[in-house]
């Protein structure tokens, strides 16, 4: 009698398929663990700024319907103060004491913090956002909070004229770079019975160029003048400036008188370039900063502007022989006349 042997092939695959939904089942029946709840902020840029600039904070908090900021730094309460109001502390578990913003559905939030006006020191400062009212110092380990880091840079100004060297008569140009995104600056030129102040735009790439044309500086008597070149800092208001025949401070008691520019009794030339920048170095009459150029103007008067750095033209001289450089080739003319 013969045995006869049989694969089953299908029997195997039916053993395996039972196993796996024996698997999944166990796996069903095991306790789901929950996402841990997060709060996460990120500023938007290169994190470092000049002060007056707006800063743009983003995030997600997965742990609250609310979230709840305050920044650290340089001076500022040990416990931090209000992204609204530096100077001013939170209290913990006070949620009218922080700066608060909403959740949004989809769990992201977002902040504007506006530097202008805050006289903050230039620093790294640190910005909480936190799910609860909480205060640093009562952070605890289920504290859901997230932080970012910032730089703060003083906005700033330089200035150089072109040429260096200035006639009577001859143009020239104020240029430099104005940093800290201002939309406009305020040239000043002070001399001896002279003065002016002009408005210059300022390029997106933080350069201005101011041209003083021939026609003024063909009327300008030859001595020392100086330039001064005015920023308007963090709020992008000129804090000094000039009403009628003075110079004015628009921040000092809602406006005070500093000195007279013009007409009789006004200051002139190097008295008024100093009481300037004096009046710009008081806190008192706000936060504007300036670049400074003394330069002299001589009693040549050009016919011919010197060519500025931005002329592509070539100047042309003529040469001039001169009388005593054919003497040689006369005398041994007369030498060889003699011989003959």
């Known amino acids: 009698?013969?045995?006869?042997?049989?694969?089953?092939?299908?029997?195997f695959w039916k053993i395996i398929l039972l196993l796996i939904i024996a698997g999944t089942s166990v796996l069903s029946l095991s306790p789901v663990s929950a996402e841990k709840p997060f709060v996460t902020i990120v500023a938007q840029g290169d994190q470092s700024?000049?002060?007056g600039e707006p800063v743009i904070f983003t995030g997600m908090n997965t742990d609250s319907n609310s979230t709840y900021l305050f920044i650290t730094g340089p001076n500022l309460p040990d416990g931090g103060g209000l992204l609204s109001s530096p100077q001013q502390s939170p209290v913990n578990g006070d949620p009218g004491s922080f700066t608060v913003v909403k959740t949004k559905p989809d769990n992201t939030w977002e902040y504007t913090m506006y530097t202008s006006g805050f006289r903050l020191d230039a620093g790294t400062y640190t910005i909480y956002a936190v799910s609860q009212p909480?205060?640093?110092d009562q952070f605890g380990n289920s504290t859901t909070y997230g932080t970012v880091s910032i730089a703060l840079k003083k906005p700033f100004i330089t200035a150089e004229i072109s040429p260096s060297s200035i006639s009577k008569g001859v143009p020239f140009t104020v240029s430099g770079?104005?940093?800290g995104n201002p939309e406009t600056i305020q040239i000043w030129i002070l001399g001896k019975n002279y003065y002016s102040k002009a408005i210059e735009s300022v390029n997106s790439d933080a350069s201005y160029k101011y041209e003083v044309s021939q026609a003024v500086t063909s009327h300008l008597e030859s001595g020392q003048y100086f330039v001064i070149v005015q920023h308007p800092m963090e709020n992008n208001t000129f804090d000094i400036d000039v009403s009628g025949d003075y110079v004015r401070s628009l921040q000092l008691n809602n406006g005070t008188n500093l000195f007279r520019i013009s007409g009789p009794g006004s200051l002139q030339g190097s008295?008024?370039?100093e009481a300037l920048v004096v009046a710009f170095s008081d806190p008192s009459n706000?936060?504007?900063t300036y670049a400074l150029i003394p330069f002299q103007i001589d009693n040549a008067v050009s016919s011919t502007p010197q060519a500025q750095p931005t002329t592509t033209t070539p100047v042309q001289h003529q040469t001039q022989h001169a009388p005593l450089q054919y003497a040689p080739v006369g005398a041994i003319a007369l030498i060889f006349g003699i011989a003959v």
């Open 177 to 179: 770079s104005a940093e």
């Open 1 to 11: 009698m013969s045995r006869q042997t049989s694969n089953n092939p299908s029997g």
């Open 271 to 273: 008295d008024a370039a």
């Open 49 to 51: 700024y000049y002060m």
């Open 134 to 136: 909480e205060t640093k």
């Open 286 to 288: 706000g936060d504007d």
